[in-house]
T-cell receptor
């Protein structure tokens, strides 16, 4: 079965600084990979997804992620963080041929002035 | 186009009471899901449905039942609520790609349930 690890529970970044959120997955074949963002009191919104092809994927709000098969990773990056990016971020993995996603435990991003 | 809506937004129950959470989507999606979100545990899948009249168990199905009598609705029931079911519940839906693949899951705003 597939699994997802987000090793950082909290991350604090200064506004304007770059951001990288880590995601490692476990799955025997090429997975489907997703990053979702959850603002306080809200549901989840899709930032980006990887299905196949180019391993660097662009998403909304200036985010990107890179799929690295050799490292089983799908880290989320943003070159310059804005205060409005403060939220919780979830990585999720899906197995091909099944309809279910498995989510990581999330990383809470705090943005300092 | 409302997307995914959930009713109610908040609810407080006493142990042993029952209730039903309603999820509705207006995107004509085939797949629907119920998750629970607990601090430090991310989202865990309770039950899901790949079409009208079909349901399947997810990761944490015990204590919950579901029904999908209409394509646009997915109901989550708690027959006898327990304090361990205090959580935030999210519904999601997605369309189906060819070959049973994935597409984006769209989430509702959540229902905050407290069981005393």
């Amino acid at each position: 079965a597939q699994s997802v690890t987000q090793p950082d529970i909290h991350i604090t970044v200064s506004e304007g600084a770059s951001l990288e959120l880590r995601c490692n997955y476990s799955y025997g074949a090429t997975p489907y990979l997703f990053w979702y963002v959850q603002s306080p009191g809200q549901g989840l919104q899709l930032l980006l997804k990887y299905f196949s092809g180019d391993t660097l994927v662009q998403g909304i709000k200036g985010f990107e992620a890179e799929f690295k098969r050799s490292q089983s990773s799908f880290n989320l990056r943003k070159p310059s963080v804005h205060w409005s990016d403060a939220a919780e971020y979830f990585c999720a993995v899906g197995a091909r041929g099944f309809q279910k996603l498995v989510f990581g435990t999330g990383t809470r991003l705090l943005v300092s002035p | 186009n409302a997307g995914v809506t959930q009713t109610p937004k908040f609810r407080v129950l006493k142990t042993g009471q029952s209730m039903t959470l309603l999820c509705a989507q207006d995107m004509n999606h085939e797949y629907m899901y119920w998750y629970r979100q607990d601090p430090g545990m991310g989202l865990r899948l309770i039950h899901y449905s790949v079409g009208e009249g079909t349901t399947a168990k997810g990761e944490v199905p015990d204590g919950y039942n579901v029904s999908r009598l209409k394509k646009q609705n997915f109901l989550l029931g708690l027959e006898s609520a327990a304090p361990s079911q205090t959580s935030v519940y999210f519904c999601a839906s997605s369309s189906a790609l060819a070959g049973g693949s994935y597409n984006e899951q769209f989430f509702g705003p959540g229902t905050r349930l407290t069981v005393l």
